[in-house]
């Protein structure tokens, strides 16, 4: 599959950003009647934005500021279901390699310009050629075909279940086509969205204002008068920014937790991603052992999830033993029960493949892993096994997983659509399947994933369960993302799937 292909050099050019590592979502919940707009609503960002066009957009934590100032096709509301936005209806032909979308025909971008469309398709086009770090989202998109005003036929190289889930992601984010090719786009967006750019409340690096459109078609998803993203990339700044009143809502460390709710401040917390090992020299080429599915077994026998829990993230988060998340379509509540903490199963199955003197792997270590990487490290050595954390750079972080360099490595992945999982994780082009590892049972199974219309989640429990049985991956637990907002100013609603809620999600307190 080339899409998949794309998704590997894609995530190679990512952020090595733990936190950013896979969160994703978006959408818009359900309106009070008799909701006013008013108020400003300022949000402690973790990351700055490095450009503003549209083809560079990111997910998780880093769509949120795109949402002000554009819309997407489609939208996704806080419980993952998709509903129309600029895109009021969409339907597939039977093999589901031709999307039918029909547009909204009273939409205009911040500059004047007409949504139509010849719009849309100048965004697919644009997007396709940028590269962005979400390029793997039109992997599949071969070509479209503008039927009239409001009605574009999207052709797809092959069938992508994630299609219209990645159209209410950075893939569907629409800008003026007047901008799109402007060297201007990068420090000046014009959307169709809730809010325009105020460059004088904005600093590159530090600050980005937005100002309500007063002809914006949708009043009721513009819920301030202003909108502000402060850039606090350090935990302790944005931890002081709360307290003190001047961001509204932002994410803090767990240890902020006390201080922050001691400040009077709500905790909306949400889970969004796993952390654990992902083994991936399935084939033994750097660490023979690591062939040995028994092995691989033994290391999850060997960890004690629920201390790793309490030690590594104060029990905020979730204990898990699969890579699919509860909401994901794919979750198997009896996986979790797959290796209990077991320190005597897990020397016996490695007496068994031959390794009971234990043996060695390395992973990469950057700033913030060496508590991790010591505590993981001390429960496999206590079944025989040496974790040995290897320095890098941070910004080597992805590009050296991507290149197969480790044996194995810790992250925090995203727990999404299973489409958009088994290709950052399971497939032989996958990014975090770096030594191209599959069996033709598995490739089976991905297939009917690919071509299982509207039983590909269904379809991709099995696997859920391959990969689980055959300990792929060593999961840990599921983190909180812990987000914090200031109740006496506004409100917010979690959004399934994603770090941060959507802009759509906050609302002012009357």
Request: charged residues 20%; glycine residues 8%.
């Amino acid at each position: 599959m080339m899409f998949g292909r794309i998704l590997k050099a894609a995530g190679v050019a990512a952020a090595a950003a733990l936190a950013l590592a896979g969160c994703a979502g978006g959408g818009a919940p359900a309106q009070t009647e008799g909701a006013q707009r008013g108020g400003t609503l300022t949000i402690g960002a973790i990351v700055d934005i490095t450009s503003w066009d549209p083809a560079q957009a990111h997910v998780g934590h880093q769509l949120q500021p795109y949402q002000a100032v554009y819309d997407t096709l489609i939208l996704r509301s806080p419980d993952g279901e998709l509903e129309p936005m600029l895109a009021t209806d969409w339907s597939y032909n039977e093999d589901r390699t031709q999307l039918t979308l029909d547009l909204r025909t009273d939409v205009t971008f911040s500059d004047g310009e007409v949504f139509d469309a010849a719009a849309a398709q100048a965004n697919f086009e644009h997007f396709k050629a940028g590269n962005g770090r979400q390029a793997a989202q039109l992997a599949a998109y071969a070509s479209s075909d503008v039927v009239d005003d409001d009605t574009i036929v999207i052709t797809l190289s092959a069938p992508d279940p994630a299609f219209e889930y990645y159209l209410s992601q950075a893939a569907g984010l629409m800008g003026s086509p007047a901008a799109l090719d402007s060297p201007d786009i990068a420090t000046n967006p014009i959307g169709s969205g809730p809010y325009v750019f105020d460059s004088s409340t904005s600093v590159a690096g530090s600050q980005y204002g937005f100002t309500a459109r007063d002809d914006y078609w949708n009043p009721d998803l513009q819920k301030f008068d202003s909108v502000v993203f402060k850039v606090l990339a350090d935990p302790t700044a944005r931890l002081n920014a709360l307290v003190a009143g001047q961001v509204d809502a932002t994410v803090v460390d767990a240890r902020a937790v006390e201080q922050a709710e001691g400040a009077g401040k709500t905790f909306v917390p949400s889970q969004t991603d796993w952390a654990g090992l992902l083994l991936m020299d399935r084939d033994g080429a750097q660490v023979p052992a690591l062939a040995d599915v028994n092995v691989r077994r033994a290391i999850n026998y060997a960890l004690d999830r629920d201390a790793l829990l309490t030690t590594l993230a104060m029990d905020y988060g979730t204990v898990t033993q699969q890579v699919f998340g509860p909401e994901s379509g794919a979750y198997v509540e009896d996986l979790e029960s797959t290796y209990p903490y077991d320190p005597d199963r897990a020397k016996e199955l490695l007496a068994e493949a031959g390794y009971e003197d234990g043996f060695e792997f390395s992973v990469p270590s950057i700033p913030g892993f060496e508590t991790v990487l010591a505590v993981v490290g001390q429960q496999l050595a206590d079944v025989g096994i040496t974790l040995t954390p290897q320095a890098i750079p941070p910004q080597n972080l992805v590009p050296d997983i991507g290149a197969g360099k480790f044996p194995a490595a810790f992250f925090s992945l995203f727990q999404g659509e299973p489409w958009v999982a088994i290709n950052q994780l399971a497939s032989t082009s996958a990014l975090y399947n770096p030594f191209d590892t599959t069996t033709p049972e598995l490739q089976e199974m991905i297939d009917a994933v690919q071509f299982g219309g509207d039983e590909s989640d269904e379809l991709a429990k099995d696997v859920n369960t391959y990969l689980t049985e055959n300990a792929w991956f060593a999961p840990f637990y599921r983190p909180d993302q812990i987000l914090f907002v200031d109740e006496t100013k506004v409100t917010a609603v979690p959004q399934i799937q994603q770090a941060v809620p959507s802009i759509y999600n906050f609302s002012p307190v009357a």
